[in-house]
Structures are given as C-alpha cells and as structure tokens.
C-alpha cells in the first residue's frame, strides 16, 4: 500500500425528481447518454467543483440526489429494476461492501479503472472503487499530552487517559471501521479489552462529528479526540481566528507508525445494476480516477487521492507529510462491521 502526503436527507424538489423519472423513462438512448443520475452521500459543498467540472468536459447533465447513506441504500433496493439511479457515491469501504453483497453494483470491465486505482482501493470484481482516502488519526491538546504517549490506537486504552478522549458515537462509519481494523490486528478478545478501556477512557457521552471533538480538546472538555484527518486540515485552512486557535492548541499524530500503520478508510463508489445510463455512468467513475479529479478531492476536500502520482496544490494538507498506512485489506472491514457493533454494544460505547 502506498504512503499517503464522511432519516434520509433527501434535497431533491420536485423538478429534480422529474428529471430522473424522464431520464429512465425516456426511449431516446441518445438523449439518456448525455445524462447521469446520481445518488450520494458525499454532503461536501467543495464536490459541486468537480461535478461542473465533468458536465463541463463530458456534455453530460448530472441529476443529483443527496441523503443519508442507509437511507440511499434502502431507496435504491426499494426501486428495484425501475431505479432511475445510475451511480451510488458513499464514503465508508463497509458501506461499499454492504451494497456489493446486497447486489445493487453491477461490474465495471474499464482498463483505465483498473490500472489507475490500486487494487487496494477497489472490489477485485469491479463493483465498487475507492477515489478518495482518510486516515483515522488521534489529535491531542499539546499542552496535556506528549506525542510520545499516543503512538498507537492500544495507547487509548490505557488508564492514565480516563476522562480525557472525545469522539464521535460508536455507531458512525468511521468509528466502526476502527473498531472492525482492530478486530483483525488484535483478535475478538483484545479487542473488546480495548474498546472496553476507551469507552471508560471518556469525557464525555459521544456527539457531535468530528470538527467538534476536535473543539473539545481544544477548550479542554478533553485532551485527546479521535478525528478523520481532513476535519483537521479544514481548520488549518480556515481563516477564522476560533478555528486557527483549535490548531494552535491541537496537534496530530499518525498512529502505530512503528508497526501496522495508521487505519485508512476510502470514499468510493460504483456502477448500480439496473442503470438506464451506463455508458454514461462509467465515464462519470472513470473521470473521478482522472488527475483532474483527484486534484478536487484533495485541494477542495482534504482527502487523499488514491491515484498514485497526483500533484497537490493543498499546502495544508501535505504539510502533514508522509506516513505508513495499514495495509489490511479494506473489505475486510465490511465484513467485520456487525461484530464491530456488537463490540461497542457489549462495552457501552454509545
């Protein structure tokens, strides 16, 4: 693996929704080729760039609707053969391999797919690929807390940490694909130790997303938060003076540096089944493994691409340097996420 330099909310008013009917419904193969319907979770107003971007270059109209991941999920198997949708975009590998197994992807034969996204970051099959990564990183109050202490994720376990860690509920996606990564490093037993010794560690009963543990640590409700590495760089970037002073006060650490590497998830997504598009639906994944958009993930979002060689112009963001990634396999994880959850049930971590 390469080193590496987020009830359904459904936004679509009706003149959106009727386009996605017209699209399916339409005889004109021509005219259904020059539109692409678009489900997504992704809620990152910097990805509106990228989607003017395609249109612009392809001729090719997006329709969009946003929502929650589960609740997209759901949608799409409810409409069966008649989905209007041709491409689901989520962020979370489990949420990926969840929709693999429950067969709404369909495979993707594209050379440019397959030599462009490591075979890390994409189903062996086809059915989904990852074009954005994450990395899943312990951010500290740097007047509590010495970088040495915090090497790797065992460390937030230990004792001498209760009630100082802030994160998210256990149940989010990125907390979950943790917890599933340290099942496969550490064995069901270990693991439950220590999601067990995190969940007495805490400040605080989970909530809020990320940004707002990292807010914590920096007015000192706790001297540890666990975050996805581009809310950092977000307020790295930004030029208001309360996010300059969480930088001020908080700084990161990639962990288990010295052995496996930092836990990585992706955002990804992949060519639906019964997609009216197709033709158009391919073309719209291959572009998102293009240099063009990779460079949108990265400058607009944060994240890192997954497509080897991109130049950045996020000085931010590769300010944080190289580090080594865990190389578990991402599938790994989905089908580890249920026992995750069973995990953090048995231990209460909310």
């Given at each position: 693996m390469q080193l590496f330099l987020q009830a359904i909310n459904l936004c679509a008013k009706a003149s959106l929704v009727g386009a996605l009917l017209a699209s399916f419904l339409t005889g004109n193969i021509g005219a259904q080729d020059k539109v692409l319907n678009l489900y997504t979770a992704r809620h990152y107003a910097t990805d509106e760039a990228l989607?003017?971007?395609?249109?612009?270059?392809s001729g090719i109209k997006i329709n969009r609707i946003e929502g929650g991941e589960d609740a997209l999920f759901e949608r799409i198997?409810?409409?069966?053969?008649g989905s209007p949708a041709d491409v689901f975009l989520t962020v979370d590998v489990a949420r990926l391999w969840?929709?693999?197994?429950?067969?709404?992807?369909?495979?993707?034969k594209s050379p440019s797919l397959g030599k462009?996204?490591?075979?890390?970051?994409?189903?062996?099959?086809?059915?989904?690929?990852?074009?954005?990564?994450?990395?899943r990183i312990?951010?500290?109050?740097?007047?509590?807390?010495?970088?040495?202490?915090?090497?790797?994720?065992?460390?937030?376990?230990?004792?001498?940490?209760?009630?100082?860690?802030?994160?998210?509920?256990s149940s989010h996606p990125y907390n979950l694909s943790l917890i599933s990564s340290m099942i496969m490093h550490l064995g069901q037993e270990k693991a439950i130790e220590w999601a067990r010794g995190v969940?007495?560690?805490?400040?605080?009963?989970?909530?809020?997303?990320?940004?707002?543990?990292?807010?914590?640590?920096?007015?000192?409700?706790?001297?540890?938060?666990?975050?996805?590495h581009y809310y950092y760089v977000r307020l790295m970037r930004s030029q208001k003076p309360e996010d300059r002073k969480v930088v001020e006060k908080v700084a990161l650490v990639w962990p288990n540096q010295g052995d496996r590497?930092?836990?990585?998830?992706?955002?990804?997504?992949?060519?639906?089944?019964?997609a009216p598009n197709r033709d158009a639906a391919i073309r719209f994944l291959e572009y998102l493994a293009?240099?063009?958009?990779?460079k949108y993930f990265a400058n607009g979002n944060n994240e890192w691409p997954t497509v080897k060689g991109v130049k950045l112009a996020n000085a931010e963001l590769e300010s944080l340097g190289q580090f080594k990634a865990d190389a578990l396999p991402l599938a790994t994880l989905g089908k580890t996420q249920a026992n995750a959850q069973r995990v953090a049930d048995q231990v209460g971590w909310k």
């Open positions: 989607y003017t971007d395609f249109a612009k270059n198997k409810a409409e069966g053969p969840r929709a693999e197994q429950a067969g709404i992807f369909a495979s993707v462009r996204i490591p075979a890390d970051y994409r189903d062996p099959e086809g059915k989904w690929f990852g074009f954005s990564a994450r990395a312990i951010a500290y109050d740097r007047g509590k807390v010495k970088p040495g202490d915090l090497a790797r994720y065992e460390d937030l376990a230990h004792p001498k940490w209760k009630g100082e860690i802030c994160t998210r509920s969940t007495a560690n805490l400040a605080r009963p989970p909530r809020g997303g990320d940004t707002d543990q990292l807010r914590a640590a920096a007015v000192g409700e706790c001297a540890i938060a666990i975050s996805n590497g930092t836990h990585v998830n992706i955002s990804g997504g992949g060519l639906l089944r019964h293009s240099d063009s958009a990779q």
